[in-house]
């Protein structure tokens, strides 16, 4: 399996940005998929979920402003992100895994497929 993300750029603060990410290899339909981040000099995080059946689940520092969706037709996840702000800043990184639960926030290095990343910048 490999994961393409894409959409990453400069945006300034306040700003909006959509990422994709395109699944290939293999269908993903019935896998979560999702989205972490990974600042500079600091650790990744998760920062979103989206189940096969479309639940979601969201960091507390994204929600509200962050939307996870998928296409499963697309084999795609993407991330809509609005009043982005410079701490917001980062490589994000697309994965897949078969299980959707507190693996994404807790175990992240236990998850199935990951994709190279796109890095988001947002100015002040």
């Known amino acids: 399996v490999q994961l393409q993300a894409s959409g990453g750029g400069l945006v300034q603060a306040g700003g909006s940005l959509r990422l994709s990410c395109a699944a290939s290899?293999?269908?993903?339909?019935?896998?979560?998929m999702g989205w972490f981040r990974q600042a500079p000099g600091k650790e990744r995080e998760f920062v979103a979920v989206?189940?096969?059946?479309?639940?979601?689940y969201y960091a507390d520092s994204v929600e509200g402003r962050f939307t996870i969706s998928r296409d499963n037709t697309k084999n795609t996840v993407y991330l809509g992100m609005i009043s982005l702000q410079p701490e917001d800043t980062a490589v994000y990184y697309c994965?897949?895994?078969?299980?959707?639960?507190?693996?994404?926030?807790?175990?992240?290095?236990?998850?199935?497929?990951w994709g190279q990343g796109t890095l988001v910048t947002v100015s002040s």
């Open positions: 989206i189940s096969w059946s479309g639940r979601t």
């Open positions: 290899g293999r269908t993903l339909s019935m896998y979560a």
């Open positions: 994965a897949a895994d078969a299980v959707y639960g507190s693996k994404w926030s807790r175990e992240p290095q236990n998850i199935d497929y």
